[in-house]
């Protein structure tokens, strides 16, 4: 089954309450995780379960997480599908997520090592993938961050400032670039070191 969100509750919500679920996953996802809850299994890194739920409490407290369906797959792996329900923002949230825990054996081939364990570590994964995936918990250690590059007001008021004594026509090519959204963040030191270079061509 694929991971997906299953449904907002029906709600009218106002266009600021998109606001206030976008400035939130926003906050949530540029939290650095702590070191010392980043561990490292066989070069992966991965986030333990206790910060995780210690975040989804703190932003968004009243989730819940209900086992839709458990299988075992064959003698080898146990998968557990879960769904994650979360307040955000105004609304009642709801997204699945599944998760496969490889089943330990004895190395003498005598039995399991510890299925109970094993279980309890697919339903940890699964909860794990959706907090990650759904509220962004996280995202820094499962690469799943994504900057903001486009350019904030008070970004465009200093390009602005930084043309003043330029001719209009300079002005107005660079404005465009600006209002078109082809300068980001990234490009600002080049951007303000053209206009340099320009006011230094024009004075010469």
């Known amino acids: ?51 995780m739920r210690k975040i989804a409490d703190k932003h968004f407290p009243g989730w819940s997480w209900t086992i839709v369906k458990t299988e075992m797959l064959g003698s080898e792996a146990f998968m557990v599908h879960g769904r994650l329900r979360w307040f955000d923002g105004g609304l009642w949230r709801e997204g699945d997520s599944t998760a496969a825990h490889r089943i330990m054996q004895k190395r003498d081939g005598s039995g399991f090592v510890d299925v109970g364990n094993d279980i309890k570590s697919a339903n940890t994964d699964c909860i794990k993938k959706a907090f990650n995936m759904y509220l962004n918990i996280a995202d820094d250690v499962y690469r799943n961050r994504v900057p903001d590059t486009e350019l904030t007001q008070e970004d465009i008021d200093y390009l ?16 465009l670039s600006i209002e078109g959204g082809s300068v980001e963040k990234s490009d600002m030191s080049k951007v303000v070191t053209r206009i340099n270079q320009i006011k230094e061509e024009m004075n010469e």
């Open 160 to 175: 602005y400032k930084e043309m003043e004594g330029l001719n209009d026509e300079w002005k107005e090519k660079i404005s």
């Open 1 to 51: 089954m694929s991971d997906k969100v299953l449904k907002v509750e029906d709600s009218i919500i106002e266009s600021s309450g998109f606001d206030v679920i976008r400035d939130l996953h926003i906050t949530v996802s540029n939290e650095d995780t702590p070191k010392s809850f980043v561990k490292n299994k066989m070069g992966t890194d991965y986030v333990e379960y206790s910060y």
